[in-house]
């Protein structure tokens, strides 16, 4: 029967030499066995506090992974537009010198015709500035006549002034 205690027991059993000594040694495993259910208790809330706080970082990770996969994609998109804005950027300059080379050849196709308008509607002014000037002139003319005095009625007029 000996044999099949285990060692632990036996070292622990060399000590007791009497009913008090097997007894107080009793007690105190006894003691020791409500430690340790109360420990164990205590690991075991523990344990589930753990798991719930596990589960609840699972939860936070796939979202956390999910607002990442977000911001790829939106970071995606920004380089995309980015890179189309870039190619639109280089575009425009080229865009507004081949426009202002195709406005400055219609201007040249157009050029008699320009040239033509403007020096008819040039030449109406001045003709209407001689014609205005030449009206004016004549008008003026007639006015002057009009004040003329014969020399006998000047010299009347003078003498009579004088005296």
Do not use: C, H
């Not at 208790?41 to 607002?67: G, V």
């Amino acid at each position: 029967m000996k044999s099949q205690i285990p060692q632990s027991v036996l070292n622990q059993l060399k000590d007791v030499k009497t009913p008090a000594d097997l007894k107080a040694k009793i007690d105190s495993l006894e003691g020791a066995i409500q430690t340790l259910t109360k420990k164990q208790a205590q690991m075991k809330a523990q344990e589930n506090t753990l798991k719930a706080n596990i589960r609840d970082m699972t939860q936070k990770k796939k979202s956390l992974e999910t607002a990442i996969n977000g911001m790829t994609s939106g970071l995606n998109e920004m380089n995309a537009t980015v890179a189309k804005m870039q190619t639109l950027k280089e575009a425009v300059p080229t865009a507004f010198q081949q426009g202002k080379q195709n406005y400055l050849n219609e201007i040249q196709k157009r050029s008699d015709k320009i040239e033509s308008v403007y020096q008819s509607t040039l030449n109406e002014g001045f003709w209407q500035i001689y014609l205005t000037t030449s009206i004016f002139a004549a008008v003026a003319l007639l006015l002057l006549l009009g004040y003329r005095e014969k020399k006998g009625q000047s010299q009347q007029t003078e003498s009579q002034q004088v005296e």
